[in-house]
């Protein structure tokens, strides 16, 4: 039997490798989604719909999924969820070729699960660290993130001769590769994560089962005052992020920006958003969780002021992209950490995949909500409101620990 820091190398390893295969198929439906919603539906007013469907996908696969890791381990979760990943891939691969918009979109949903799976990997890479690496181990996962969404939209060349292979159209071809990419992820976990690494944290027999429900791990965090700290931080970040940065790009186009620009620009924000994630597990395992959450809120209102001051400019908003990434990475990071230190191990699977799922479900109402603020009162509304959102998460953060050491204290 391997020693359990072994065990730990050994699991984060094989997270990070599967995060970079399974990201080929995110990373193509990122690049593509929104031209074949205009391709395949006939209308530019679709154009979003797919990447829309992608993330309700992701949030309807959350809970599912976390309750199959509680109940079975991690193995079978993120196997499982990476195997409706790569068959909703090839369905969108399929309906491409045949021009199919609503199975397309039917088979976006069911990629949406590989995004499930990616958030769930870096909770997944904590099961065996203990308190002082937790941090550090679940940004590297993070960190791979950002391989497979620059490799995905790479491959788009490439996958036109994969369709060619296959006689179908050029546009199928990065949906194949994904697929595949999936498929391998799967097998890489369902033969190199053994033993389970979350079965390993519970003490008990790999695929035993639990009576630990999805009520429990809510209720977890609702008790549990750090838990909703942690979970109020790295939901309104992620809404925050998607809504400033669905916009943005828009807003780009429309004052004069090339494409070229634009797709520079965002992947300045992706960079942002993961680059640094190391940087940010090292911190908040040395300086603190909260202080790290708190250093990302104050990055995302700095991104925003900037946006609203320099509405106007393309460098000032190409900075404030980055920035939003950057402010995104270090309350994600610092957040997913303190939820895991928060929560008991018999109860931290399914509360980990409430706090997945309302992230998800708060980016894509943050997403269809920033198009009809910027509608209706213009870009610079969005990002002052976004920045209102970080302030008010900020104050929440400190008022809630402040609130349980006066608890604790009276005990």
């Known amino acids: ?149 620059v490799i995905g939209p790479a491959v788009v060349p490439f996958g036109a001769t994969v369709a060619g292979w296959f006689a179908m159209t050029d546009l199928s071809g990065p949906f194949l590769v994904g697929a595949a990419g999936c498929f391998g992820a799967a097998a890489v976990l369902f033969a190199g994560l053994r033993p389970d690494p979350l079965v390993m944290a519970l003490g008990e027999t790999d695929g035993s089962r ?34 400033v940065m669905a916009l943005t790009p828009v807003h780009m186009h429309h004052g004069g920006a090339s494409v070229t620009l634009v797709g520079l620009s965002i992947s300045a924000h992706i960079a942002g958003m993961y680059a640094l994630a190391p940087v940010m597990g090292l911190l908040s395992d040395r300086a603190g969780r909260i202080p790290v959450i708190l250093g990302g809120q104050a990055v995302l209102v700095v991104s925003c002021v900037i946006g609203f001051v320099f509405a106007e400019s393309q460098t000032g908003l190409v900075v404030a992209l980055v920035l939003l990434g950057v402010g995104w990475s270090a309350s994600t990071v610092a957040a997913s950490a303190l939820l895991t230190d928060s929560v008991d191990t018999a109860r931290r699977a399914p509360a980990q995949g409430v706090s997945d799922t309302s992230m998800s479900l708060a980016g894509a109402a943050a997403g269809a909500l920033a198009g009809i603020i910027v509608g209706t009162f213009g870009y610079p509304a969005l990002v002052l409101g976004a920045a209102v959102v970080a302030v008010v998460t900020a104050a929440y953060v400190v008022l809630d620990g402040v609130r349980d050491r006066r608890r604790s204290a009276m005990a």
């Open 1 to 149: 039997m391997s020693s359990p820091l072994a065990l730990q190398r050994r699991t984060v390893v094989l997270l990070c490798t599967a995060q970079v295969l399974g990201g080929l198929s995110m990373g193509g439906a990122l690049a593509l989604g929104a031209i074949l919603g205009e391709e395949l539906s006939g209308t530019d007013s679709m154009a979003g719909l797919p990447t829309t469907v992608v993330t309700l996908g992701a949030a309807a696969a959350g809970l599912p999924l976390a309750s199959l890791a509680a109940g079975r381990g991690r193995r079978p979760a993120l196997t499982t969820g990476l195997l409706i990943a790569g068959f909703g891939t090839l369905t969108v691969a399929v309906a491409v070729d045949h021009g199919w918009f609503v199975v397309m979109l039917i088979g976006m949903a069911g990629l949406g699960s590989g995004s499930a799976v990616s958030l769930q990997a870096r909770f997944a890479a904590t099961d065996l660290s203990s308190a002082g690496t937790r941090g550090r181990d679940l940004s590297l996962v993070v960190w791979t993130t950002m391989v497979g969404a």
């Open 210 to 243: 639990t009576t630990v429900s999805l009520a429990d791990g809510l209720s977890a965090i609702v008790h549990t005052p750090p838990a909703r700290a942690a979970m109020a931080a790295v939901v309104s970040a992620h809404a925050v992020m998607v809504g």
